[in-house]
């Protein structure tokens, strides 16, 4: 797509000034008005003497109608004059006050655009218009500044995700390259595949991250509990693996959303719930609806690890796993250590976000994770 031409430069038209000349137009023509009104009342004044007396005898000044329409003409064009430059005055002070909160907010729109997006308005007084611009430009600067700080965050874990396996790649290669005649080729091989598809699962997460942060929600109605149900059974095996036992007490969980994305957010739930799980552990799995508050829950518990509640909390960052930082496949420890990307609760939380739902992660008591997700409920269900 071209970029638009830019604007030709036109010269700086004070507003302030423009308010000013307003101000000044409207108290002239105002004046104006009552003038005229003045001038054709006394139209109708007599032509003659206005004197109850004979001037010869009286000896008085008797002015005719034209002397007087004169002299209020005369003295009409002096007042306008007078009225106008206490307008202009008047209106220029008036509207450098009422302009005042707009200074501000362009003194603060500049230092965003120099890239300085802690700053803030912070506009105090009366609540009028000017102080709800500043106060929606002081959180549109707070989205953004989230938003740049979680992408600088996200995109820093992402390269030293990113980096490992490859340098594990590049290591063995180079190893290979020196002594080719003392390597164990199919030990070789069997790590290299390991490494590559490590670096192409962590490919694929980052791009379903990536697309649930910015996916256009497809609603169409279905049934959270029957998702539930699908993704608790195509983990049974790796369940059965580490002896994690499955209780599912599912009712009807009726929601409007993305099926995709929904069915790809339980999925990960419950794929944490067996993998960061203790030997003999047990998972639950409550799907309910409640019509009076009009939302549906989903709550997975999972005994494993004792976590604080900030730990609990932070465990939706990206690349943050239960113990800490996720760690290579080869290197793991217990179960399903090194079988995650550590991305699994931060998909989850994208896919809540766009749905209009909430997330929650709590310690549970005696170890373990309580994972609370609550989504609208359809209307009228």
Do not use: C, K
């Amino acid at each position: 797509m071209s970029a638009a031409p830019p604007r030709a430069a036109t010269p700086l038209v004070s507003a302030r000034f423009r308010l000013a000349l307003s101000y000044a137009g409207f108290l002239v023509a105002a004046g104006a008005v009552l003038l005229l009104g003045v001038y054709v009342v006394l139209r109708y004044v007599p032509n003659y003497p206005l004197t109850a007396a004979n001037p010869s005898e009286a000896h008085l000044p008797v002015a005719s109608r034209w002397e007087i329409l004169t002299a209020l003409v005369r003295l009409s064009g002096a007042l306008l004059a007078a009225l106008a430059l206490i307008g202009i005055t008047g209106g220029w002070f008036l509207a450098g006050w009422v302009l005042r909160p707009l200074q501000r907010i362009n003194e603060a729109a500049r230092i965003a655009a120099e890239g300085r997006l802690d700053h803030r308005i912070r506009l105090t007084g009366v609540n009028d218009e000017f102080r709800q611009l500043a106060d929606t430009f002081d959180h549109m600067l707070d989205r953004l500044h989230d938003a740049f700080v979680t992408q600088e965050r996200f995109a820093a874990n992402a390269s030293h995700e990113l980096r490992t396996p490859l340098a594990v790649t590049g290591t063995l290669l180079d190893v290979a390259r020196r002594n080719p005649g003392g390597q164990d080729y199919p030990a070789l091989v069997e790590r290299l595949s390991i490494t590559n598809a490590r670096a192409v699962g962590l490919t694929e997460a980052l791009l379903r991250l990536a697309d649930a942060n910015a996916v256009t929600t497809a609603a169409a109605p279905l049934d959270l509990a029957g998702t539930v149900r699908t993704a608790v059974g195509d983990a049974a095996h790796e369940a059965e693996r580490h002896g994690v036992t499955w209780d599912l007490r599912l009712e009807a969980a009726p929601v409007l959303g993305d099926g995709a994305l929904l069915a790809r957010a339980v999925a990960n739930l419950a794929q944490n719930a067996v993998r960061h799980n203790t030997g003999r552990g047990t998972a639950l799995a409550v799907t309910e609806s409640d019509p009076r508050r009009g939302v549906t829950t989903l709550r997975v518990e999972n005994t494993g690890p004792v976590y604080t509640s900030e730990a609990a909390a932070r465990l939706r960052e990206p690349f943050l796993r239960g113990e800490g930082r996720t760690r290579r496949a080869e290197g793991g420890r217990g179960p399903g250590q090194g079988e995650g990307h550590g991305l699994g609760l931060a998909l989850v939380a994208r896919v809540v976000d766009v749905h209009g739902g909430t997330l929650v992660l709590d310690p549970r008591d005696g170890g373990g994770l309580v994972v609370t997700v609550t989504l609208p409920r359809p209307p009228g269900r």
